[in-house]
């Protein structure tokens, strides 16, 4: 029987179809791909039915199908250029990069003028290590919609990536604030934007802005404005605010934090946009901002104990699961713990959130839980500065750990936050950290291996220098 509530017939293609666009529209996605399914079991030909069943799939997480069907819905339609460019989005889901960039380069061939299929170009040929390539796709993406902010930020992020710290690039940065995430922030003040230059006499707010680990990159650059001119003030997430309170009063602002209301001021500024203004390259990159010894939460010192000569080792698998890329930069707990075989290393997990449920589920895997531990950042600094070594895959806690010059190895997807840049180990941001990089889109088992390598040597180094 049909969703329609009779036995389906070949003319009912398209009454399925339009049933099941009613249900994708009003959110019901498993009652959309029930319907869209009963369309192509009428009819195999029926390319609209596969066309919308491999949306839904791909919304439902089914990447797979998503792709067979795109393909399925192409042999009815083998010049339709948004199905080639969709085909191409999903294969990009599944890290398949060249036939992502070949299905979508066959949608451009058909319909060149698509500045998104452009932008959605670059971005794969970006993740597949084809800079060059990617950044020709972007400006030919940014000549056919200059308007489109999306675009100018992706722009940006690859040249950043790329070492050009150029004036344009940092006026394709400020373009961060026009984007749909960034909207909640604009309610923060409603004072002038400062873009440099004179501000004698002005009360100036400096705003922490995006992920705690982009705050506590930029914060670094307050030491470059200085109260002479005018009042300093700086307001950051509430979870910072112990963490930073003390070192930036030592500079000379106030600070402040978002249960607050906002202090008097005549022109505010996002942290980040400090960036531009003290950076022509990279080399320009001052020191991170010098925070205090922090004091330990109770109970941590019994957690923290370890053997003489044991090499201690926090981890940290997955950022928030909130962020969209999560998926890309983050593993399951169980890549970590293939570490267990070095020999003196104990492991402590400073995972919190979601993920931390796949700790919680292993009581036997003999990992210390540090998260009972943590309040907020100023309670994490106390516990990474009681420790050998951090490693992690890229999250907020890599920036701490590099800020605090705590030796942190941070494991990076194929393409990562652009202040990583590109092809290097080290990272001009923190001294202190060594950056594990993706050979391949997707490739953990490769980082996973040079990693345990690296481990074992500076486990035996450690203990021989204990023992000597």
Request: glycine share 8%; aromatic share 8%; hydrophobic share 45%.
């Amino acid at each position: 029987m049909s969703i329609l509530g009779h036995a389906a017939m070949p003319d009912d293609a398209m009454a399925l179809l339009q049933a099941g666009f009613a249900r994708q529209k009003a959110g019901d996605l498993a009652g959309a791909e029930q319907a869209y399914r009963q369309a192509v079991q009428v009819n195999p030909h029926f390319h609209p039915g596969w066309a919308n069943l491999a949306v839904v799939s791909r919304r439902l997480g089914r990447l797979e199908e998503a792709v067979t069907a795109y393909r399925r819905a192409l042999e009815g339609a083998p010049d339709h250029a948004p199905l080639w460019g969709n085909l191409g989005n999903a294969l990009r889901d599944l890290d398949r990069h060249q036939e992502s960039i070949e299905a979508l380069r066959r949608s451009l061939q058909l319909r060149p003028d698509s500045a998104a299929v452009w932008r959605n170009l670059a971005i794969s040929l970006d993740e597949s290590g084809q800079s060059t390539g990617a950044m020709e796709a972007f400006e030919q993406a940014h000549t056919l919609a200059p308007e489109d902010v999306e675009i100018a930020w992706l722009r940006c992020q690859l040249q950043l990536a790329l070492g050009n710290f150029s004036p344009r690039v940092w006026d394709d940065f400020s373009v961060r604030w026009q984007l749909p995430r960034m909207v909640p922030l604009h309610g923060l003040s409603q004072a002038p934007r400062w873009r440099g230059g004179e501000r004698t006499g002005k009360r100036l707010l400096v705003i922490g802005e995006q992920g705690f680990g982009d705050t506590i990159l930029a914060v670094r650059f307050l030491r470059c404005l200085t109260p002479a001119e005018g009042e300093l003030a700086f307001l950051c997430q509430t979870d910072l605010r112990r963490l930073l309170e003390s070192p930036v009063q030592a500079l000379g602002y106030s600070v402040h934090d978002a249960s607050q209301p906002r202090p008097p001021h005549d022109l505010v500024v996002p942290v980040m946009d400090l960036i531009g203004m003290a950076c022509a390259s990279p080399l320009d990159i001052p020191p991170p901002l010098s925070l205090p010894p922090a004091e330990l939460p109770a109970g941590a010192a019994e957690s923290l104990a370890a053997p003489p000569g044991t090499l201690k080792v926090g981890i940290v698998w997955s950022g928030s699961v909130d962020f969209s890329g999560n998926a890309r930069r983050a593993v399951g707990l169980e890549r970590f713990l293939t570490l267990r075989a070095v020999p003196n290393v104990r492991l402590y997990s400073l995972q919190l959130g979601e993920p931390r449920t796949q700790l919680l589920a292993q009581p036997e895997a003999g990992i210390v839980d540090l998260a009972p531990l943590i309040g907020d950042f100023a309670d994490t600094a106390a516990l990474l500065q009681r420790l050998d070594l951090v490693i992690q895959t890229d999250t907020a806690l890599a920036h701490l750990a590099g800020t605090l010059g705590i030796p942190v190895w941070n494991l990076l997807q194929s393409s990562p936050y652009h202040f990583y840049f590109r092809d290097r180990a080290d990272c001009p941001w923190y001294p202190s950290m060594r950056l594990f990089r993706q050979r391949r889109p997707g490739d953990w088992s490769g980082v996973f291996a040079e990693v345990q390598t690296a481990l074992t040597a500076k486990a035996a180094e450690h203990r021989a220098h204990h023992s000597s």
